[in-house]
C-alpha cells in the first residue's frame, strides 16, 4: 500500500513470456473457473470414482429392474396354481423351481421383491419428512416447541422397536385387517418409529446452523419463518438426509422381513421375502426343497448389503472430514 492509497498488486511474470503478454493458459484457467462444479457435482464425481459406490449402486439398480420390471417378462403371473408340479426342482420352464401351489417360484421372488423395496422405500420416504420438518421445527424454534417434539421422540426412542412392531403386528392379525390393507398399515408402522432418531439428527445439524451469519442476513432482510426454515436451512441439512435416508431404507426392508418372516407382517397371498424366507421353519423344505428359502435369502442380503455399503460411501462423500 502507498502513501497515497493505492492499492499495488504485484503480479508475477513468466521469464519466457514479456511483461504484458497474455499466458498461453489463461483461457483454460479462466474456462475452468467459470465452470466451477457445485458441490452436488463434485460429490457425485467423488461418488463415482469410488469402486465400491459404483458396484454397489449397479447391484441395487438390478434389483429394482429385477423387481418392477421382472414380473412382466416370465410369463406367469405368480398366484396361478398348478398342483400337478408342486415343489418341483429347478427347470428350464421354472428356473427356480415351484413352490407347494405350484406357482413359479422366480416370479414370485420378483413381485416378493417388489413389495419388499416398496415398503422400505416409502417408510423411508414418510419417516424422512416427519422427521426433516419436525426436526428443523425444534431446533429453529427452541422453547417448549423443541421441548414438546424431543420428549416425544424420546418416548417412542426408548421403547424397543421389533418388539413394538410384532405387538402391533399381533393386533392387525388379531383384527383380521385385509391382507393387501396391512402392506400400507406396515409401512405406516416403519415411518413411525423411523422419525424420532431423524428428528434428533436434523435437530442437531439446525442448531449449528441457525446462527450462521446467512441466517442473520436472512432475518435482516425480513424473510419469514417458513421461508427461513425450507429455503436455507433445509437445503444445508441435504446431504445429512440423503446418507440417513438410504441406510434409513435397508432398516425398513429388514423389519418388514422380519415381521413377515413371522407371519405378522406382509401375508399370503402377497409374497415378501421376509414370507418366503419362512419356509425354512419347515424341516422339510429346509432340508429338500432349497429353491423356496434361499433365493428370497440371496436377494435380501445383495439389497442390504448394497444399500448399506452405498450409504457408506455417500457419507464419505459428504462428510467434510473425509475430503482432501
Request: proline share 6%; no cysteine.
Amino acid at each position: 500500500m502507498s502513501g497515497g492509497g493505492e492499492l499495488i498488486v504485484s503480479q508475477a511474470v513468466d521469464p519466457e513470456i514479456g511483461p504484458g503478454q497474455p499466458h498461453p493458459d489463461a483461457g483454460a484457467r479462466s474456462g475452468r473457473s467459470g465452470r466451477r462444479r457445485s458441490l452436488w457435482g463434485e460429490s457425485f464425481a467423488r461418488l463415482i470414482r469410488m469402486p465400491a459406490a459404483s458396484i454397489s449402486l449397479a447391484a441395487l439398480v438390478f434389483m429394482l429392474l429385477f423387481s418392477f420390471v421382472g414380473p412382466l417378462l416370465t410369463g406367469y403371473t405368480g398366484d396361478e396354481l398348478n398342483l400337478p408340479i408342486a415343489n418341483h426342482i429347478p427347470t428350464m420352464d421354472h428356473p427356480l423351481g415351484t413352490d407347494e401351489y405350484g406357482r413359479d417360484v422366480l416370479t414370485r421372488l420378483m413381485l416378493a421383491g417388489r413389495i419388499s423395496l416398496t415398503i422400505g422405500i416409502a417408510s423411508m420416504l414418510l419417516s424422512l419428512l416427519l422427521g426433516a420438518v419436525l426436526g428443523i421445527i425444534a431446533g429453529y424454534y427452541g422453547g417448549i416447541v423443541d421441548s414438546i417434539i424431543m420428549r416425544v421422540a424420546d418416548l417412542l426412542m426408548s421403547i424397543p422397536g421389533l418388539p413394538l412392531l410384532i405387538v402391533m403386528a399381533a393386533v392387525l392379525s388379531e383384527l383380521k385387517v385385509d391382507p393387501s390393507s396391512r402392506i400400507y398399515i406396515v409401512m405406516l408402522l416403519l415411518s413411525a418409529i423411523g422419525w424420532p432418531s431423524l428428528a434428533r439428527l436434523i435437530r442437531g445439524q439446525v442448531l449449528s446452523l441457525r446462527e450462521a451469519p446467512y441466517m442473520k442476513a436472512a432475518e435482516v432482510l425480513g424473510l419469514s419463518a417458513a421461508s427461513r426454515q425450507f429455503r436455507h436451512l433445509l437445503p444445508n441439512v441435504m446431504p445429512l438426509l440423503i446418507v440417513v435416508a438410504t441406510l434409513s431404507t435397508a432398516s425398513g426392508i429388514l423389519s418388514e422381513s422380519a415381521l413377515s418372516f413371522l407371519g405378522l407382517g406382509v401375508v399370503p397371498p402377497n409374497a415378501s421375502w421376509g414370507n418366503m424366507i419362512s419356509a425354512a421353519n419347515n424341516l422339510i423344505d429346509f432340508q429338500q426343497h432349497w429353491w423356496l428359502w434361499v433365493p428370497p435369502g440371496v436377494a435380501l442380503l445383495i439389497t442390504i448389503a448394497a444399500i448399506n455399503v452405498f450409504g457408506d460411501r455417500l457419507r464419505d462423500v459428504f462428510d467434510p472430514r473425509m475430503r482432501k
